[in-house]
């Protein structure tokens, strides 16, 4: 019954309403398969899985660590973390010394959940408000912070619009001198042939087994992002070319782009970002 209610939970995307009955479900019956896959499937959902790779990008991670620990005024430095996930780069802005005020704001409740505990564990005077508060600090121009820390502006490969669109309200968020990290991205790309990608995308045989099955299903195949692997099996078609960037220049938003160097081949293009520029120099 607990499993079979959480199901329909997750099924009409009540998701921490899900949780609590599969949890328990399994709990009480831990060999209960079907339980336990509801509850995989779950945190599938919850937590994307993105957040893992990023957290193990060491590279991008002592990037931020170092801007922020750099960060040097004569005043108490105050920081706006926006879409903190489990908290790190608060944690790193709260070694600062020249830093007494860290509000952090996350949208998905599992992962403020995480970074209530990752505070509460670490010890750190971390506020954490809720999302809607965003909204009011960016349209009442009455909260001022010296660092605005940018994170959901680059996922994983993907650059949301609506960070870029804010910008300009993020700024206006700033006090004298204040900095956005990070200040600039770079778009890079990269073309490679892979068969373990294209098997994932489409079927190549176009007449499988004597049967015309390819021309029906590949009409479903869609253009994903992949995370090029120094681990994954590819032949680069390509050198990483810089396709366009995005800047903070006079105070406005410039995207630049050009086309690929490489107009027809089959492969799937794989989009790599390079480490945000966080440097505590404004750009």
């Not at 600090?137 to 502006?153: G, H, M, Q, T």
Request: some cysteine.
């Amino acid at each position: 019954m607990l499993n079979n209610f959480g199901s329909h939970l997750l099924r009409i995307g009540e998701y921490e309403e899900a949780k609590k009955y599969l949890q328990l479900a399994h709990t009480l019956e831990p060999d209960f398969l079907l339980a336990e896959k509801n509850l995989m499937t779950l945190k599938g959902e919850l937590i994307d899985r993105w957040h893992f790779p990023m957290l193990n990008d060491n590279e991008r991670n002592m990037a931020y660590y170092k801007a922020i620990l750099s960060y040097n005024t004569e005043n108490n430095a105050k920081v706006l973390d926006i879409g903190t996930g489990c908290g790190l780069l608060s944690l790193f802005a709260s070694n600062n010394e020249n830093i007494t005020s860290i509000q952090a704001i996350e949208d998905s409740k599992s992962l403020s959940a995480i970074a209530k505990h990752v505070f509460d564990e670490n010890n750190e005077n971390v506020i954490m408000l809720e999302q809607a508060s965003l909204s009011h600090i960016l349209e009442s121009n009455s909260y001022k912070f010296d660092i605005i820390i940018l994170n959901p502006i680059c996922k994983n490969g993907t650059i949301y619009e609506n960070s870029i669109l804010n910008y300009k309200l993020y700024e206006m968020c700033l006090n004298p001198g204040g900095l956005i990290y990070p200040q600039s991205l770079n778009v890079v790309l990269q073309v490679v042939e892979s068969d373990y990608l294209y098997n994932f995308n489409v079927v190549n045989d176009e007449n499988l087994f004597g049967f015309h099955i390819a021309n029906y299903i590949n009409e479903y195949s869609v253009n994903e992002h992949f995370d090029l692997d120094k681990n994954f099996q590819h032949k680069k078609l390509s050198q990483p070319q810089q396709m366009g960037n995005i800047l903070r220049l006079d105070n406005e938003i410039m995207v630049t782009r050009r086309q690929c160097p490489i107009q027809q081949c089959k492969t799937v293009d794989v989009t790599v970002y390079g480490i945000p520029k966080v440097d505590s120099k404004s750009s």
